[in-house]
């Protein structure tokens, strides 16, 4: 009865509520934010948006931590693939895949190239949201997480195009499926065009400085960036262009004042003038990370379950160094003065060692059975809570070496052999006994500058591991040659071998052979040093090699 | 007509904001059409005006006596008649075809359609019978069973359980429409449930919940710590609080892209009158320990593990230094250590115990009306020192604050403690290792003179814990809170239109805590951290939601003939999820349980997933002449997962929204006229229904690009892009048909239930690689079809029916096939532990994949000859030889077989999907007593026993069953088990079928016993004693300890068992009392 009473007014509260509900129900819809969501532990891409200093600390740190990804992909690619390190009966397929140039496709030490594009594409984000006008104490602080992200990128994209052939160059974030779908079906280049477009990209920030993050337990933050110049250099070297190349990297040991120390020689105790047997083994200070040595490493802990697993794969003799890699220490002519000479680089102690934990004792010459002592030198922690790690892609040695390969090239292997015996200092340089004077120009170009008195302590590469070879003139000498080109070829293979004494399992080992074959357009020089450690398919592995499309990674 | 529209409306699909307002015009036109329709029957009203005048004759079924004071009502119950003494009865019906609704004290309700007669006789049933004719909670409210259109089944006696979570019912009660697969032994840990196949591959599989009209979130995929647990939402509801529960296979569009699953209603107990009634119910039941399966005795254990070490090529001295091959007593220590009988199951194993009380009352006045309930649930497990503390309580109150508004209030708030072990193959599990540890070794240490200690023995030379030990210091806990306030204003507007809001607001929380002592379990290798000795887990789940559905119901009859509820609602939903975990080892002492962030390996993870969504529904049920029916229903949902541009729906408002429409018809055939002679027909409804239903299991931010925290060494924090935008990802879609048909014959003697169902699930999310430019590993994606076709069957046959003596049966058959027919991406096989499952095109979800075997070598001549190999990690090939498994070389796609046992020599080998499972029922009553008697079965069904593989591989210093007491050791012996050798370097324990088993049983569930004490007092109205039993007898060829488990609710890990503690016998006594 109350109903029918009310009819009338209800229908029009009905009418009412009905208009209400329905316009209510489209415009809660209508609200855009009504299913929106947030998150507290996922941060969505217009919340980051890099106009602080501390977002762009959080996106290098991630970078970094991504970079640990490809670091053993960069070691084991780098070497398996050379002559110096070799797989044992221990070792499982993958490695032994490398080993042999036959890798498949679910290898997981080069199944990776998505590690190198997040890389890549996590610098993209930075380089492309960051704001480089933000101006603290009168300097555009932010010109520093810009540039160190260029060269992160460039040395990844190196990386990248030498192991697999080519890469897909991209500079936008990618941040999308779609995105990332277009951009994957784009033509791949090859190292020498991503040389010229990345050579263009990092040029005008060579002068940035880096960013400074402080430490980490032992590891220097300042170690986790690539130099510009450094990159460069290496990049001008894949074009071939020397001068440009022997400039930065002059630039950079001028600039960041990276000297060859003297402080770093092994050398062998002499009493009476005649060996004692002792010897001191100071070099290996080289791969300490308090030592000014380094100059970018990758590091990384395990305890958070990083795996970085060259020190275990050596220790398990999975990875071992190859009996061209002892020889070439053993054969080696340790020079101390005109009467006292006698074989064998210091070098060997400590890139490798019969034991885990300690070197060997110089009198007991074992003949196998060694390990990659490199990798455990390069732990700089290891307690019971976790193991700090390091691999050091680039280091003062390796940039003088690479100095040695530009300047030889631009027809000077005068100077190019005195990086490797003198020492690249003022009195080499007005000695023309070590430098003779076709090989100097008025005025002196820059990368011939040393006469700063930085540099005035700078030893040669050699007196690492060779006592003074500095005042050998009767070994380590240029042979009279027919022409300045047959001196060149022969410092260049001087400066290779040296680079596997000094470098031997660092990484860069197979990429150095493959610049070289390029540059002589002689695939078998590459091919003839590889297969040397091959002892039951060298002729395979020969032939194989001589088509420079096996030295690429199938993808 | 709406079928057409909504053909309409999809083809309008086209992500154009132009095309939506298009649509919502549609929307409306829909809208108005319906209630046109209805406007106009209204002005047309049926044939019969003055109404008809029938007669009729009540009586009881077997004595054919009358049944006086028997009400009888017609369908809208506005006109109702008693029958007088002698049973008659005459009323005054308008329709021919109308239906007379009969109900009398202790007999079933019962519908008899007139079909134009002028007289009826109808026979009433005891209502200790089931029967047809009742009330169900359907997507719309409540209905008569017999006019739902959809495939609802309820059950609704839930008076007698002996179970703890709402899940367990379901599998006795509703066995063929729910495919509810127990988890485990622990009590409460529910049951996997699957509606109508499987209808995801890679979201939820698992249907939706609606406790008292509130979605509760599943959890499906939450993650307990302790190994072997799983978080079961259902175990938050007291089953003696629940009324009813439905569960809803079809025409569930209504839940929009919630429903793929089906859905699964739950309502709780409210006060129905004034009249304050009390119920106290009481039980206690004791669970017994498992049956081991069969291992070897401690000598031959002996022999085997000496074997073992002369495989791995030890020889004299290394084998010395092993002290179970000491056989000098002199030596005391050592000797005495290695030579005992310890029953290991003993050390574990207890006989459980369960205690449960609950009271609730309920009553009220006119202005408000109560139901209160307090339980305590008390249990101990099977396993030593497990059980559990649950204490819950609820408040479901209705109050009256106008004739017009009335206020429904429901609190629930439940707690639950518990004290877990890890469970399954894992070597912190006591239960896995009391199976695996040496049974010649002493839980006990001895002294060097040889006497034993009581201090426990530490880890043996086996490096096999010891299972007292990691019981005695291990913390496994759980507690568990939840929380839940709801308000339900109903405003009636007019006497057809209701204005109704359903408000609530949950609060879940988990705390879990876990230690796993030092000593006592074997020291593992943490590959990339280093050595854990022990190891402390901490983690915290909280879920809170609020949940509010506001709906206008609009219900009208406008004469004898038409009759309509349409429902226009609302529903939205904002959850928020989230968990933190840590992890640490090392804490170096067994008394240092808690984290500090001072030990090693920390490990911290968790997720915060705010998830919201928004439906706006419409459901129409219409009702012609009481015969023809009409539902319809339709949700456009949107959701804070959908891409904002996802193909399946449409654009509006910047969000991307799903329309889901469905319509089911009933013809119920026995209330025609042309009916009239065929009397063995009580009744007929033919049902069919087709709809789109979806599923948005999608992970939270998955359409997003977002950055993650990474660390770098172990200080810094890093932020990594770890996810692309997706804006296209989206709900699946579920396309589901059925055709039903319900029977009633012989005077309701026998009744039948029959569907058959078809669906066709598309846009199935599947993980699709990224491009490798991206950077990332891969992004979830719709691609991809699955269907599953088949049937239910459930009939119930009145055998007995004396005046003490009746006996009914059920029987309920569920089959059905699942088949994927595409995929867009390659076939991919996903791991499941040692075992791969393939997710295939042609295949059906779930099947196994590995090696088929033919038996063992049993010589060299016989391995040679056969010249199967295998590749070894260093490239080398080596030869099968005599003993091992002679597995099938399968050829190459050239035809070539190369004789190297490989990947490509996988193959289907099992399927653990059922051709049939559910129950058969018995109630017999005699009197007083009742006995009531449930079997479950399950027919076809493949599994993969893992447990097995793990204790028949011969590869290890664990305790293998007695079947390695035939493994091949000489040249030239037959037999069906490999040679046991060190690490299986020949991997004859690979995943193979040597572990695919036929899964096939039929199981006693339940069968219990109950009497009505004959007492009727002024206090009381009843009391009824109870004992049951569980799982009493089990018939199975299966050889693991129990056929019925579940490892995971992933599709993938479907029959496989994970060695979970096995269900076992158990006892109750139950009282009753109702005041």
Known sequence: MKYLLNKKNDMKKFNKIMIFLLLSSFALTGCSDLLDVDSNREVFVDEYQLKSANDTLYSMFAIFSQLEKIADSYVLLGELRGDLMTVTDKSGLYLKEINNFNISANNPYANNIKDYYSVINNCNYVIHNIDTSIVKNGNKVMYKEYAACKAIRAWTYMQIALNYGSAIYYDKPILTVIDAENIQKEQAKTITELATILIEDIKPWKDIDEPSLGSIYTHYNSDSFFPIRFILGDLYLWLGQYENAANEYHDLMFKNEYIM??????????????????????WLYSFNSNFPEVITSIAATNEYGQQFDLDSLTLNRMIAPSEVAINNWDKQMYYHSNSLDTLGDLRKYGSVSVSTDQLFDINTVPTTNYYIYKFILMNPVSDTKHTDKEIMPYRITLLYLRYAEAVNRLGKPNLALAVLKNGLNTNSLINRKIIPQNELSDPLPNYMNFSDILFSGNIGVRMHGCGNVNTDTTYYVIPKLDAIQDSVLYVEDLIQQELALETAFEGNRFHDLMRIAIRRDDPSYLANIVSEKHT?????IKAKLLDPINWYIKK | MSMKIINYLNRLNMNSDAFCFKQIAAFS????LLSASS???????????????????????????????????????????????????????ISPTAVLYISAYDYNLSEVPVRGRDSVIIELYSNQFSTYFKTVEGVSGIADNSKLVASIKSVDDLSQLNVIAADEVLQSALGADVRAISRSGVAGMGAALFIRGINSLNANAQPLFVVDGVIWANLYDAESIHQGFFSNPLDNIDVNDIENISVIKDGTSIYGSKAANGVILIKTKRARSIVTKIGLSIFSGITTRPESVPMMNGENFRIYASDLLKSKGFTGNDISNYGFLETDPSNLKTYNTNHNVTDWSDQVYQNGLTNSYMINANGGDEKALYYFSLGLTDNK????????????????????????????????????????????????????????????????????????????????????????????????????????IGILPVYKITPDLTLSSQFDYSLYKTVEGRYVPMHFTAVRYLPDYGYSMNEINSQVLRNTAIFDDTRLTYEKKFDADNHLKAILGWRYMNNYYESDYVEEHNSGSNNNTTITGAYNFLQVSGVNNSTRSLSNYLNVDYDFKNRYFVSGAMAIDGSSRFGKATEGGFSMFGQSWGVFPAVNVGWLVSSEQFMKDIDFVNFCKIRGGYGLTGNDGI?????????????????????????????????????????????????????FTFDYFWSNTSDLLVMKNLPEVSGLGFYWDNGGMMKNEGFEVAANIKVLNFKKLKWELGLNVGHYQNIITALPVSNYTTRVFEGEVLTAVGQSAGVFYGYKTNGIFATEAQAADANLRMLNPDGSYTQFGAGDVIFEDL????????????????????????????????????????LNTVFTYSYGNDVYNYQRSMLEAGSGFNNQTTSLLRRWTAEGQVTDQPKAVYGDPMGNARFSDRWIEDGTYVRLKTISLSYALPIKSNYIEGINIWISANNLLTLTNYLGSDPEFSARNSVYYQGVDAGL??????YYLGVKFNL
């Open chain 2, 381 to 484: 497990g099977i396993v030593k020192t497990t059980g559990l503390q649950r204490i819950n309580a609820r408040f479901n109150a209705d109050f009256k604050l106008s004739d017009a508004f009335t206020m429904g209030l429901n609190i629930g708030f439940n707690h639950t403690e518990r004290t877990l072990i890890d469970d399954g193959i894992s070597s912190s599990s006591p239960t896995w290792i009391s199976l695996v540890k040496s049974p010649f070794l002493s839980p006990f240490s001895f002294t060097t003179n040889g006497e034993t200690t009581t201090d426990f023995a530490t880890t043996d030379e086996f490096d096999t814990g010891n299972p007292i030990g990691i019981i005695d210091y291990s913390i496994n806990n759980l507690k568990k809170f939840r929380f839940n």
């Open chain 2, 39 to 93: 406007v106009k029957s209204e002005n047309n009203p049926a044939d019969i005006k003055g109404g008809k005048l029938i007669t009729g004759l009540v009586r009881d079924a077997h004595t054919k006596l009358p049944v006086s004071a028997a009400q009888i009502t017609v369908s809208d119950k506005s006109i109702s008649a008693v029958t007088d003494e002698k049973g008659k009865f005459s009323i005054k019906i």
């Open chain 1, 261 to 282: 120390r003297s402080d770093l020689k092994s050398s062998r105790e002499v009493i009476n003038k005649a060996f004692t047997g002792n010897f001191s083994v100071n």
């Open chain 2, 699 to 751: 992970s939270d931010y998955e359409s997003m690009a977002y950055f993650s925290s990474v660390r770098f060494m172990n200080k810094a924090n890093g932020l990594l892009l770890s996810n692309l935008e997706n804006s296209g990802v989206q709900w699946e879609t579920t396309a589901k048909t059925n055709v039903g048909l319900d029977l009633s014959l012989l005077k309701e003697r026998l009744s």
């Open chain 2, 891 to 930: 050829a190459d796609k050239d035809g070539n077989k190369d004789g190297i046992i490989n990947e490509i020599d996988k193959q289907v080998i099992g399927n653990p999907n059922p051709d049939f499972y559910g129950t058969v029922t018995s109630n017999l009553s005699f009197g007083r007593f009742a």
């Open chain 2, 1061 to 1066: 503690l096995p269900q076992t016998r158990s």
């Open chain 1, 536 to 540: 039951d398919n060298k002729q395979v």
């Open chain 2, 29 to 32: 036109i829909l809208i108005l």
